[in-house]
């Protein structure tokens, strides 16, 4: 090889840096000293120390620089711009510490770095320092320098010394209004960004992709569907719409602005989609409840080659939540795995999530384990898994560990919404009113809506429906729709006709179109044998045309969705589940098992009445899974009401005389039935 000039090895050097080839960036240093005599020309040393920090490898950077016999600013700049390049905030402070011991001044690029190092580590302590000293050296009137300042006042909280920062710069670029805006999004400040962009606008700024964006992100914060079109049309207008950053950004604010059909046209229309666009897309599907759809497209996705991130695969576990699909829950977890992603903190938190909604708490409980840093909705999601089982003992337990010991995690309004509703589905009454009178005592958190109504739903819950609705006209806050819909359906459960017609009212007067409430008072009147009134109930709705939701329940089985209603008799294979329903009538009844025709919510003949419950929909789902689904597999099912307690009677008895595992997921919580018990204890 013929030897190489000190500008060419330099250049070796710079390859090795854009091509991330740590092995070629050693053989060149190997070449160095082989061809130059020591010492070496200082821009050499410089561009060592470039390359060694820049590869991540700072014991050689570190070594190099020791070696250097007249460092300068450049050197120390590199060594630490390359630490800050690569997470190492700490090292890069300490670095900047020692090159000011080295008596070098720092410069216009030393002093962004050492910013980002400082608001990067949260250290407002250290950014002012580093400010004190940009004023003392004159470096802070430096456009880039008093950005990156305001970066650091601004990500470590400080917004008042932030915006003195930004008001008192004597020149602003686009770089500095991009970080203004970008950080009022990240703060919630949706409206200062908004004005600030308007600001930006009367000062004769032209936006650029990352302005386009910012902008995007505070109009969907604000829900602010207006000002976003207005944007589009903008974007139109500037040329911008070819850019795939802003189409993304286009297709997050749509989605978040529950215009997907906009996010739908948006995507179609980008050329070359890139993984961000993909992820977008899919995203805007789980806000919109479209869960399918997401499914779908991250399929569409994995066929032309998108590789799984962290935030797509997140965003794919909670549809497969929503959907209750536990199986493609699990392949989408396995890829996770394969492509390294499960050790994220998303990604394991929706995990968790994800098998809790699916009923699966073994499963949950494991991916929560393997969750290495857990955050407070990692927390969350493992206490709602429970609240959704019913087991308050291990939410409660779980939530005494979150906020006790050495996990310290304060908890937040949600955390309390999960464990009172675990409290509620349990019957742990005196527990859950001690959690709930130290909301505010002891964690400064002010109940709302949702905590009132799992009081509400706990006390009604237990018996005690008298008591729950003194509570009620007791509350600092008006009753909601969720509130005086617990206290109804505690009076059908337990047959207070009075007290519910007073709690109907009241949801009638907040939501008169709900055609959940008329049924549930008329379901009471019916179970209390008050036909008439039942029957009056039903008029009334059929007057103002209110309709009824079909209730009903599903089953996955061959990578299909079977739906059945009650009474149903459309299905392919109708003539097996019929015949599947007689035999199970039959042992049952030899088992000892008597139809609750009070469930019939018709007033019809005894044995009518007995038919009526027999063909509930949850009972043909389940005669159709006994026969597809193979034996030691559990058979799930979904329905969109509460399961009624024939159903529920009757599950309990099939899971003994078939000998299988039976969940059931309702729109109240999971039943896991197994040798003629339930995991509720007739508890819901």
């Known amino acids: 090889m013929p030897f190489l000039s000190a500008n060419s090895l330099a250049s070796l050097l710079e390859s090795a840096v854009s091509t991330q080839c740590s092995r070629f960036g050693r053989a060149a240093h190997a070449q160095i000293v082989k061809t130059l005599d020591n010492p070496l020309p200082s821009f050499i040393y410089n561009h060592l120390v470039n390359m060694y920090s820049k590869l991540d490898l700072p014991n050689s950077a570190k070594l190099v620089i020791s ?121 919630g400040r949706y409206e200062d960004a908004l004005t600030a962009f308007i600001e930006f606008r009367l000062e004769g700024w032209e936006p650029n992709s990352i302005t386009f964006c910012a902008f995007l992100n505070a109009c969907a914060g604000a829900s602010n569907l207006r000002l976003g079109s207005q944007l589009h049309g903008f974007v139109l207008q500037s040329g911008f719409e070819a850019d795939v950053s802003v189409a993304n950004g286009l297709i997050d604010f749509y989605g978040k602005c529950h215009q997907v059909g906009c996010s739908e046209i948006i995507f179609s229309g980008i050329s070359k989609p890139n993984d961000v666009s993909w992820c977008s897309m899919v995203a ?90 857990k955050n407070l909705i990692t927390w969350n999601a493992m206490i709602g898994a429970y609240a959704h089982q019913g087991q308050a003992d291990m939410a409660v337990a779980l939530f005494d560990k979150m906020t006790h010991a050495s996990h310290v995690v304060a908890p937040n309004y949600v955390t309390f919404v999960c464990v009172l509703s675990a409290c509620s589905r349990d019957g742990s009454v005196n527990v859950g009113m001690e959690i709930f009178e130290s909301m505010r005592g002891r964690y400064g958190i002010e109940p709302g809506a949702e905590h009132y109504a799992c009081v509400v739903d706990m006390l009604g819950r237990a018996g005690m429906v008298e008591q729950a609705y003194q509570f ?56 209390a044998g008050r036909w008439e009134e039942a029957t009056l109930v039903r008029k009334e709705m059929k007057d103002v045309g209110i309709k009824k939701g079909a209730g009903c329940s599903w089953i996955t089985a061959g990578n299909a969705v079977h739906l059945f209603q009650a009474k149903d008799t459309s299905h392919d294979r109708n003539s097996e589940i019929q015949a599947m329903l007689a035999k199970l009538r039959r042992e049952m009844k030899a088992a000892g098992y008597i139809p609750d025709t009070k469930f019939a919510l018709f007033d019809l003949e005894e044995e009518e009445k007995v038919m009526e419950v027999w063909y509930h929909s949850e009972k043909i789902a389940l005669a159709f899974g006994l026969i597809v689904i193979p034996p030691g597999v559990p058979i799930r099912i979904t329905k969109n009401l509460r399961i009624c307690g024939d159903c529920h009677s009757a599950i309990k008895f099939i899971s003994g005389i078939v000998g299988r595992e039976i969940i059931v997921r309702d729109n109240n919580r999971f039943h896991r039935f197994r040798d003629n018990q339930c995991s509720c204890r007739d508890y819901w």
């Open 284 to 373: 805007s599907y789980v806000q919109n409840d479209e869960e399918d759809k997401a499914c779908m497209l991250f399929l569409r996705a994995r066929k032309e080659g998108i590789e799984p991130t962290d935030f797509m695969v997140s965003s794919v576990v909670s549809a497969c939540a929503g959907l209750s699909g536990l199986e493609v829950g699990r392949g989408v977890h396995a890829l996770a795995v394969k492509a390294c992603v499960e050790g994220n903190i998303f990604v394991g938190s929706a995990l968790v999530d994800m098998y809790g909604k699916c009923g699966s708490i073994e499963d949950a409980d494991r991916a929560f384990d393997e969750v290495p840093e």
């Open 472 to 527: 009620i006209k007791k509350m600092p806050i008006r009753p909601t729709v969720s509130v005086w819909g617990a206290l109804l359906g505690a009076c059908k459960m337990f047959a207070k006709p009075e007290l519910g017609k007073i709690a109907a009212d009241k949801l009638f007067e907040l939501d008169p179109l709900d055609s959940g409430n008329h049924v549930l008072l008329s379901n009471m009147f019916a179970s």
């Open 67 to 187: 070696l250097t016999p007249n460092r300068s600013v450049v050197t120390w700049t590199a060594l630490i711009a390359g630490s800050v390049q690569n997470g190492r905030f700490i090292s890069a402070l300490f670095h900047f510490s020692n090159m000011r011991r080295d008596s070098i001044q720092p410069n216009d690029f030393t002093f962004p770095c050492a910013f980002k190092a400082s608001g990067s580590l949260r250290s407002p302590l250290a950014g002012k320092q580093l400010h004190a000293l940009a004023v003392k050296v004159g470096q802070i009137t430096d456009v880039f320098v008093g950005c990156s300042a305001f970066d650091m006042y601004s990500k470590t909280g400080l917004t008042y010394e932030a915006r003195k920062m930004f008001d008192e710069m004597p020149e602003r670029n686009i770089a500095t209004w991009n970080a203004y805006l970008s950080n009022s999004v990240l703060e």
